[in-house]
């Protein structure tokens, strides 16, 4: 989902204690500020156990990458980032636990939390698939985004995917198909009727 520039190392792992959720507006990447799109946020557990919306598969721990970048452009790629998460998320140092088994690394995220103004909180999964369905941003359409997040988390490894993700993937793409079956065709003219009919106007025009 991310491909950093001056990339040194990339690895997998997870954050313990966190949660991803599709709770995120996003008004400059999949949307517009009239129409804003849907993202994903990390949310600490503590946030997300006061919030109405339970997933009961939802496991206390997040996979996600860990990029190492070269030193002397690290100052640049934060830069970078701080403009692509400026709206509505907000940097936070957490421990991130190697795949491999090494010892944690302290890493920085961007997190959404609830209180900003891009935390749109709980949404009804159909109304929500509806409304990623329509939306798009400079970045482009908010089905993409989706569609790549959860191709992303499914090939991290084995544990890394999310059933909230992948569930409301399935409901936009069940819906775009829907979008997509052609309307029936219109009956074919009843040929009878309209030869009656040219018959009965020739006759009219033959009386005027």
Not at 16 to 37: K, N, V, Y
Not at 79 to 103: K, M, Q, V
Request: net charge negative; hydrophobic share 35%; glycine share 6%.
């Amino acid at each position: 989902m991310f491909f950093p520039l001056y990339l040194l190392q990339r690895r997998t792992g997870l954050r313990a204690f966190f949660e991803i959720l599709t709770h995120g507006l996003s008004e400059d990447h999949r949307g517009t500020p009239e129409a804003p799109g849907r993202v994903v946020t990390l949310i600490e557990r503590a946030y997300w156990e006061k919030l109405t919306d339970h997933h009961d598969s939802a496991p206390d721990r997040v996979w996600g990458v860990a990029y190492r970048i070269v030193p002397e452009h690290v100052a640049e790629v934060k830069d970078y980032l701080d403009i692509r998460e400026i709206n509505g998320y907000s940097i936070h140092y957490t421990p991130f636990h190697p795949a491999d088994g090494s010892p944690p690394i302290s890493t920085l995220v961007y997190i959404g939390t609830p209180d900003n103004e891009q935390f749109v909180g709980p949404q009804d999964p159909h109304e929500l698939a509806r409304h990623i369905l329509a939306s798009r941003g400079p970045s482009g359409l908010n089905k993409e985004y989706l569609y790549n997040l959860d191709v992303a988390l499914d090939e991290l490894c084995a544990e890394s995917g999310d059933v909230h993700v992948s569930d409301l993937a399935s409901r936009v793409r069940a819906l775009e198909q829907e979008q997509a079956v052609p309307s029936p065709s219109p009956p074919p003219a009843d040929t009878h009727f309209n030869r009656r009919s040219s018959i009965t106007e020739a006759e009219e025009l033959e009386k005027a």
